[in-house]
């Protein structure tokens, strides 16, 4: 069966400070991997999406960037962290082919202080 | 713009089927209907999915309309573990990456 990982689960950081967040699938090959981010008591925003390695589309301008070293690693940085850029953050991936489902992993919330 | 409606809220009584409307009007016609859910403070869950026919699974049902513009989602007996803000999403195929959260509905199930 598949899994997806993310780490750290919280984190509190300083602005200005750098970014980087985790996500990794297990059980899959080739998926399609995203990150959303979402606000306090707002709905989820699609950051990025990749559909290989080293492929990333970035959905809106914004103070993060993402990248893809391997099949089933997505990462998600930033080299400076603004306040506006609290909130929880979520990885999904999808299957290129079959049911066409984004399975979500258990997110991880970032305060910025 | 938003290409689902829903309404922001819902009560219902634990052991009853919830109903949960959602307004598609300008679906087209190789779009699918999405639901998924998300419990407080967890990364949203896949409910089920269609494009014109009803759909049953083992968490809900999925009504349609003919003329494809609305659909329910049927939570046939709730409980307190469905407490959770319901998205309805219309999606192109599997060429269309991209799932589109709107505000969706916030149901609370009460004892």
């Known amino acids: 069966s598949q899994t997806i990982h993310q780490w750290p689960a919280t984190l509190v950081q300083p602005v200005g400070s750098p970014l980087s967040l985790e996500c990794t699938v297990e059980?899959?090959?080739?998926?399609?991997l995203y990150w959303y981010r979402q606000a306090a008591g707002r709905g989820l925003q699609l950051l990025f999406y990749s559909v290989g390695i080293g492929q990333i589309s970035s959905e809106v301008p914004q103070n993060l960037s993402a990248s893809r070293p391997q099949d089933r690693q997505f990462i998600l940085s930033s080299k400076k962290l603004l306040l506006s850029d609290s909130g929880f953050y979520l990885c999904?991936?999808?299957?290129?082919?079959?049911?066409?489902?984004?399975?979500f992993g258990p997110g991880t919330r970032l305060t910025v202080l | 713009d938003a290409k689902t409606t829903q309404p922001p809220s819902m009560d219902c009584a634990e052991g009853r089927a919830a109903n949960l409307p959602c307004n598609h009007s300008t679906i087209s016609g190789n779009e699918y209907v999405y639901w998924y859910r998300q419990i407080h403070s967890q990364g949203p869950q896949y409910i089920i999915h269609?494009?014109?026919n009803n759909e049953t699974n083992e968490m809900a049902s999925l009504i349609i309309t003919e003329d494809r513009k609305s659909s329910t989602l049927i939570l046939p007996h709730a409980t307190l573990r469905d407490t959770a803000v319901y998205y309805c999403i219309v999606k192109g195929g599997s060429n269309d990456y991209k799932l589109s959260f709107g505000a969706g509905t916030t149901v609370t199930v009460r004892a």
């Open positions: 269609g494009l014109k």
């Open positions: 059980g899959t090959s080739n998926p399609n």
């Open positions: 999904a991936w999808r299957r290129t082919s079959g049911k066409d489902t984004q399975y």
